[in-house]
């Protein structure tokens, strides 16, 4: 599964290449690749990601320009972190080979799980690059997000309920015999109710730095990509998300005025931080979690 991860890694890393420049240079990010000296629509086996540029020599086939290396790191950089991304929480391959619900739902996730990685990505460039977060990819993953939560619920809820009501055991943990299986989905739908609410919370808390700070700590774009974290990575996972994402912030700035890149008072995209934090509680989010709380002898 790692390998596969990697290669498909490598495509949505072509992908977020070419969204986040359309994204930097105001053009439709519809549309066939071309380059952008000659203007040459570019042929499907020189689109392969990683080789391509490689077999080319990091040239276009038909004007001889250079290819920003840039692309290359994006599409090498996106194959590790989505091959890291399979072998940490993608199920194994036999799983997904028996179809049934559970695939199903699991198929689900994992695809949804690409896409968080991929908004991820190209915030992650984008705001480097211009210090902007564009409505036209925070509107639609936050609204996308939303959709998944409450879709993959009701199909868990749903199948969960068929499979106790099909079950020669399974009736006896319905009513009314029992609220077990009721008692598991309410607490299902109750996980998507905090979901929301800490999303926005965690939203209105970024208004709050921006009036505070009279935005120059913080700008609109990240007030809608934290929505959007909050929504995609779920609670209490997106407050592991935005701490890392403050933890990585100050660590980096510190470095930055040591070294004498920045001087007190500059500001620093903070997107690229909240898109570090985000994919890393992607990753170890409950581990992180369980880490702190044990120091407190608790648990989650």
Known sequence: MVIVGFIIGTVLGSFVEAVSNRLIKQTSILGRSYCEKCRKTLAWYDLFPVVSYLLLKGRCRYCQKKIPRQALIVEAGMGLAVALLFALTAPRFEMLVNFNQQTLLLGLELFF???VVSILAIVFLVDLRTGYIFDKVTYPAVAL????LIISTAAKS???YQDSLSSSLGKYFLPPYSNYVTDIIQRMWLAVGWSFLSAVALALIFVLLILITRGKGMGW????YVLFLGLA???P???VGIFLAFFLGAIVSVFLIAFGKKHFGQTIPFGPFLSLGAYLA???GPQVLNSYLSSFKLGY
């Open 113 to 115: 799980k690409l896409f």
């Open 145 to 148: 997000s939303g959709l998944f």
């Open 158 to 160: 749903w199948f969960f």
């Open 221 to 224: 774009g990240d007030v809608k």
């Open 233 to 235: 990575l779920g609670f």
């Open 237 to 239: 996972n997106n407050l």
């Open 282 to 284: 992607l990753l170890f």
